[in-house]
């Protein structure tokens, strides 16, 4: 991971680099389908009532996206201020981990004698299936991560890195991560070109299917 972090470095700051300049085109972007979206409908030739209708409809759920956008925002700057507590976590961490012979032997020593032994097995299995389990993890983060990035590389996708190195990191979160992923990354290629974003979609598809149920049981197992 290190080694890919600095080889990879140089041109995901270039990217980063392009996405910022290139945000506002991006806005314009949307505007520009926007318009041409209503033109569209409006050659259909829909009745006046109707057509108001779909506006109001449109213009309430952009407020209340817009609402859920400021919500949210509100609230992560709110768990911002928990983040110094995170600090902890390192050094429990390591404290943990230097003295986690003394602490199961302390745990195993309270315990009767006649259960001591079977105490021991059960820490040692415990240790071995939480080893295990994360090892699974991050082999699947950086597998995902790598095949994203090479999928939108091989796509066309400008940002085949960020999105990349996005997709690995949210690997982590069951679900909810690669939903994110897959938002972004569609959203930014149908920006780009339309037919990108489908290919797109249709990649991360056929990505989903085959880690959830044939790579990942087998990492897992």
């Known amino acids: 991971i290190g080694a890919g972090a600095v080889i990879l470095w140089p041109s995901g700051a270039r990217q980063l680099d392009q996405a910022r300049i290139n945000a506002p085109m991006y806005t314009e972007s949307f505007h520009a389908w926007e318009h ?38 509100v609230t992560v700057v709110g768990m911002l201020a928990d983040v110094p507590w995170l600090v902890l976590v390192p050094v429990l961490a390591f404290l943990l981990l230097k003295d986690a012979a003394a602490i199961r032997r302390t745990f195993l020593m309270a315990l009767p004698h006649r259960v001591q032994l079977r105490g021991h097995r059960l820490f040692e299995d415990l240790n071995a ?37 996005l997709a690995a990191v949210l690997e982590f979160i069951p679900l909810i991560g690669p939903l994110v992923v897959a938002v972004v990354a569609v959203g930014i290629a149908t920006l780009h070109a339309p037919v990108l974003g489908l290919w797109t979609a249709l990649f991360l598809i056929m990505l989903r299917a085959v880690e959830d149920y044939v790579i990942y049981p087998r990492l897992l197992g």
């Open 36 to 73: 041409g979206w209503t033109r569209y409908y409006e050659r259909l030739r829909i009745p006046t009532e109707l057509r108001n209708s779909i506006d109001q409809s449109v213009l309430g759920a952009g407020d209340a996206a817009a609402a859920y956008a400021r919500g949210s925002l």
């Open 129 to 165: 299936t939480l080893a295990a389990y994360i090892r699974a993890q991050l082999i699947a983060c950086v597998l995902v991560g790598t095949l994203c990035g090479v999928g939108f590389a091989l796509l066309g996708n400008p940002y085949a890195i960020l999105l990349g190195v």
